[in-house]
């Protein structure tokens, strides 16, 4: 199984930009459909985007889409999502995930997660 460790969160204003990594450690990175979730204080995980094993498809929340990038490298074993034009409302922990199989939106599909980097937007 791969284990998975989140980095880049911090404190920012509305409008500027993070830039999160995930890096992988473990079995084949390659092998897995990854994705970033995120999480609010006294909120239900959401999804925010996805990515295919290969790369060559990726899928966003319509929260985020124009202002968030997922991506990955097989060869560094690490994913990003690089992050624009953030809102207050943006402001969550973020976690990393793995799955077998092809990408979804649903939290329960991931069964591999890092331990959620903090972003905090302020207005």
């Known amino acids: 199984q791969v284990q998975l460790v989140e980095s880049g969160g911090g404190l920012v204003q509305a409008g500027g930009s993070l830039r999160l990594s995930c890096a992988a450690s473990?079995?084949?990175?390659?092998?897995?459909?990854m994705g970033w979730f995120r999480q609010a204080p006294g909120k239900e995980r959401e999804f925010v985007a996805a990515?295919?094993?290969?790369?060559?498809?990726?899928y966003a929340a319509d929260s985020v889409k124009g202002r968030f990038t997922i991506s990955r490298d097989n060869a560094k074993n690490t994913m990003d999502l690089q992050m624009n034009s953030l809102k207050p409302e943006d402001t969550a922990v973020y976690f990393c995930?793995?799955?077998?199989?092809?990408?979804?939106?649903?939290?329960?599909?991931?069964?591999?997660w890092g331990q959620g980097t903090q972003v905090t937007v302020s207005s």
């Open positions: 995930a793995a799955r077998r199989g092809v990408a979804t939106m649903r939290v329960v599909d991931y069964r591999t």
């Open positions: 990515i295919s094993w290969s790369g060559a498809s990726t």
């Open positions: 473990g079995r084949t990175f390659s092998g897995y459909t």
